[in-house]
């Protein structure tokens, strides 16, 4: 019978039209449910064993069973098994304990790697806070410090190698002032044979977009615009300074001579180019010089200075502002220098102290008048004998020039 049952062919037997008998039924139905409740079984023990919050974030396959097959394969060890791992009387560790410090190992980087990438998400979404600005006080300046030229000619003077550098500093609005001196004693480029070159150095106008684009123009029109990016003010001029002085020592070394001088200062530049033709080649500067001058201590003057600031009741010697010239060799000096002294805002006092940290003391002009801080009035003879004088609000510098110029004898 159940040889007929298992023929070749495999017929069915026993009922009508070959079909299954009822225990074939039941068979195959008992194999349904015996794999699905494997299948059941199966999830159950997958849940169980796994930490989802831990293989949420980036799960896969091959890394589940890296990390969690140790863990659900050590809770169905026998407790024989234990025993051996835990009991070693030879005093050798058994070839299970490297399997699980591994495990530990892998999982114990994992974790570590988990933290780092977290450590680092939250440093790169945290906003840096910007530091503060903190004023350097009222009567001081922000120098030493790493200003930028915005409008520059780095290679005029280098090329052109003059014998003496005019250096005005002057507003960026003050677009009048630099036409009047480029028509008047600017305009003189050579003299006894010297060549003579002509600057103006500016600050940043805050707030003036239209302005930059008339500097930029007026730059490409007359090549002799530096404008650096600090904020033009009186209360800067000391900056301006410093960064006159930074731009001769980098673009003007084979200039002999430079001479700062206020754009409201008539200068007689044949009598300058006398003057320095017989003057020391280092170490020198000349102008004005005030000796013995007093600090002033009223907090309404214009160039008060608090005590506690520079205690001293005198200042060292120095060349007044509105006109001075040093050797090409100082510009080096007094900036090394700057960095050892108190960075008063009144500029030409700066300096002052500045050559006294190098030891070195200005010199007087070869006549007592040859710089004049208060405006000589003009006539051809007196302006003939002075080297610089400053000039009254609403002086027509123009005529003055031009009849300064004229033919014949000055006196």
């Known amino acids: 019978m159940l040889e007929r049952g298992f023929s070749k062919g495999d017929q069915r037997q026993g009922t009508p039209n070959g079909e299954k008998p009822a225990d074939g039924r039941r068979c195959r139905w008992s194999q349904r449910h015996f794999f699905f409740i494997i299948l059941v079984f199966g999830a159950i023990f ?13 799960w896969n396959p091959k890394l589940w069973m890296q990390n969690s097959s140790p863990t659900w394969w050590s809770r169905f060890k026998g407790e024989n098994e234990v025993s051996q ?66 409008i520059n000619e780095p290679q005029k003077c280098e090329q052109e190698k003059p014998f003496v550098v005019l250096m ?22 050579s003299v006894s044979g010297q ?3 002509l600057f103006f150095i500016l600050g940043l106008q805050a707030g003036d977009e239209q302005l930059k684009d008339q500097l930029l123009q007026e730059s490409k029109e007359h090549h002799d ?49 006398s003057m320095l033709l017989n003057a020391p080649t280092t170490n020198y500067m000349t102008g004005l010089v005030a000796v013995g001058a007093q600090v002033l201590r009223d907090p309404s003057s214009k160039w008060f200075l608090p005590q506690e600031l520079y205690p ?23 900036i090394e220098a700057s960095r050892h002294v108190k960075p008063v805002y009144i500029e030409d006092v700066f300096l002052g102290l500045c050559m006294q940290h190098l030891g070195i003391s ?33 002086t027509d510098l123009v005529w003055v020039w031009n009849d ?8």
């Open 46 to 58: 997958f849940f169980y064993s796994t930490d989802m919050n831990t293989i949420a974030p980036n």
């Open 85 to 150: 791992i835990n009991v070693d009387t030879s005093g050798s560790r058994s070839a299970a304990e490297p399997v699980d410090a591994a495990a530990a190992s892998l999982s114990t980087s994992t974790q570590e790697a988990n933290t780092t990438a977290q450590s680092l998400i939250s440093a790169a979404s945290v906003v840096p806070i910007p530091i503060p600005y903190v004023s350097p006080g009222p009567y001081v300046v922000e120098y030493p410090y790493e200003y930028h030229f915005t």
């Open 168 to 189: 005005v500093p002057v507003a960026p609005l003050n677009r009048q002032h630099r036409d009047v001196i480029r028509s008047t004693w600017g305009s003189e480029s």
């Open 195 to 197: 060549a003579v070159r």
């Open 225 to 273: 615009l530096l404008q650096a990016d600090f904020l033009d003010c009186y209360k800067n001029l000391t900056i301006k300074t410093m960064v006159t002085l930074e731009w001769l020592n980098a673009h003007c070394s084979g200039a002999s001579y430079a001479m700062k001088v206020d754009s409201d200062v008539f200068l007689n530049v044949p009598k300058l180019v």
């Open 312 to 334: 001293q009741s005198n200042y060292p010697p120095y060349a007044l502002g509105l006109g001075y010239v040093l050797s090409l060799d100082l510009p080096k000096k007094l």
């Open 362 to 394: 200005p010199t007087s002009s070869p006549n007592w008048n040859d710089f004049n801080v208060f405006p000589v009035p003009y006539s051809r003879c007196a302006y003939s004998k002075i080297v610089a004088t400053t000039t009254h609000p609403g």
């Open 404 to 411: 300064f110029k004229k033919p014949g004898p000055y006196c």
